[in-house]
């Protein structure tokens, strides 16, 4: 029973491409969001929704956009793909106020 | 700004050799701090909330324990399953979660 799942689990691309990676969960929670994680291991938010509502975009390229047909699912759509936009991106889910995020095993995507 | 620092950058353990891990924050208005394990290729998977200086949590080998500017992950007698990067976030009056770089940790057998 996977409780956060992504796909897919890896992703390679050409530059200038547009890419979209998926996410559901099914957990109940009411919040989910997308985070970014580099080479160096940070994982630094880029957009969470509630009940549909975006909530929370930190300086995010408009490139990158989140789409939530319904609350257990928030997929991430990416325009003109670049080199920097590599990296491990991780979906989450929780519960406001709740005791923590629920990751999903993330997808790594390439720009070549 | 809300930050997180973690130290040290990686940790190499023999295995039985207890050590701790460094947690220090500043957050406006603190509500929670968390600790995760991250094994690779895998998305981070929780472990504790601590909410007040003075809590502690225990989970196995582990125990967590808050402080008001920092927080410490004790692992006693560690194995090498408890081999991993161990993330430190906090989340803020916003309900916003500000993740630590994590430490890797090795434990050698």
């Known amino acids: 029973d996977t409780a956060v799942s992504q796909t897919p689990k890896y992703l390679v691309t050409q530059m200038g491409n547009d890419k979209s990676i998926k996410c559901e969960q099914n957990l109940g929670h009411d919040t989910m969001y997308w985070y970014k994680q580099d080479s160096k291991k940070f994982l630094k938010i880029m957009f969470s929704y509630n009940n549909k509502e975006l909530i929370i975009n930190e300086t995010v390229p408009n490139r990158f956009s989140p789409k939530s047909p319904d609350k257990a699912h928030l997929n991430l759509h990416i325009n003109s793909l670049e080199l920097g936009d590599s990296a491990v991106y991780f979906c989450?889910?929780?519960?406001?106020?709740?005791?923590?995020?629920?990751f999903g095993s993330g997808t790594r995507l390439t720009v070549v | 700004e809300d930050q997180v620092t973690q130290s040290p950058e990686a940790l190499r353990l023999q295995e039985g050799e207890s050590s701790s891990l460094n947690c220090s924050y500043t957050?406006?208005?603190?509500?929670?701090l968390f600790w995760y394990r991250q094994d690779p290729g895998k998305g981070p998977e929780f472990l504790f909330t601590l909410y007040s200086a003075g809590e502690e949590k225990e989970k196995e080998r582990l125990k967590a324990t808050l402080t008001k500017k920092e927080s410490f992950l004790h692992i006693t007698a560690p194995k090498p399953e408890d081999s991993a990067t161990y993330l430190c976030?906090?989340?803020?009056?916003?309900?916003?979660?500000?993740f630590g770089p994590g430490t890797r940790l090795s434990v050698l057998p």
């Open positions: 989450a889910s929780s519960q406001r106020g709740g005791n923590g995020y629920t």
């Open positions: 957050v406006s208005g603190l509500r929670g």
């Open positions: 976030a906090v989340r803020n009056y916003g309900q916003n979660f500000v």
